[in-house]
């Protein structure tokens, strides 16, 4: 059931592509997508599911959605240079994690780590809140959380840590 999940928000992901961005249909699929990312491994755990597999179908679902979403969303918002400057350094770390992991642990490793799981979070609300607020007032609180979570997830793999936290 929860791969199911996963594999539902791929899906509902690539139909964001087709909508219009911002609209009333876009917001319902840009939400059943954030739930079905929280509910996949929380059924995972209740179900006793948790498997490798599952955990990294999670992540190119995560991956296929902020695509999805980044296509959409950001030709219509106005990012300052500095915000540009610090997802650059942000996709740098995140890189430099997945190589780190690679020569350390001779696989991909993507970690869930609650520090993760918040910055994804914050990530997600962040085109729900700039409804209500311009992006500059809240870009420092999502790059920060992002940011930590990128450095702590690098500190994780380089000092040989295997950690899947769960919320």
């Given at each position: 059931m929860a791969n199911r999940l996963t594999i539902m928000r791929m899906l509902l992901s690539v139909v964001l592509l087709f909508l219009s961005p911002?609209?009333?249909?876009?917001?319902?699929?840009?939400?059943?997508?954030?739930?079905?990312?929280?509910?996949?491994?929380?059924?995972?755990?209740?179900?006793?599911?948790?498997?490798?597999?599952?955990?990294?179908?999670?992540?190119?679902?995560?991956?296929?959605?902020?695509?999805?979403?980044?296509?959409?969303?950001?030709?219509?918002?106005?990012?300052?240079?500095?915000?540009?400057?610090?997802?650059?350094?942000?996709?740098?770390?995140?890189?430099?994690?997945?190589?780190?992991?690679?020569?350390?642990?001779?696989?991909?490793?993507?970690?869930?780590t609650k520090a993760n799981k918040v910055a994804g979070f914050l990530l997600f609300l962040l085109p729900i809140i700039l409804l209500f607020a311009e992006l500059k007032y809240i870009a420092v609180l999502v790059l920060a959380a992002a940011s930590f979570a990128a450095v702590q997830e690098g500190h994780i793999i380089r000092t040989g840590g295997n950690r899947h936290e769960q919320i």
């Amino acid at each position: 059931m929860a791969n199911r999940l996963t594999i539902m928000r791929m899906l509902l992901s690539v139909v964001l592509l087709f909508l219009s961005p911002l609209s009333f249909v876009f917001w319902i699929i840009y939400t059943a997508c954030g739930i079905t990312d929280m509910l996949d491994g929380y059924v995972a755990r209740k179900t006793n599911t948790v498997s490798q597999f599952g955990s990294k179908l999670d992540s190119i679902a995560d991956l296929i959605f902020i695509c999805a979403a980044m296509i959409q969303i950001l030709p219509i918002v106005k990012i300052d240079f500095w915000m540009w400057i610090w997802i650059a350094l942000i996709a740098f770390v995140k890189l430099l994690n997945l190589i780190c992991g690679y020569i350390v642990q001779h696989a991909m490793v993507m970690l869930h780590t609650k520090a993760n799981k918040v910055a994804g979070f914050l990530l997600f609300l962040l085109p729900i809140i700039l409804l209500f607020a311009e992006l500059k007032y809240i870009a420092v609180l999502v790059l920060a959380a992002a940011s930590f979570a990128a450095v702590q997830e690098g500190h994780i793999i380089r000092t040989g840590g295997n950690r899947h936290e769960q919320i």
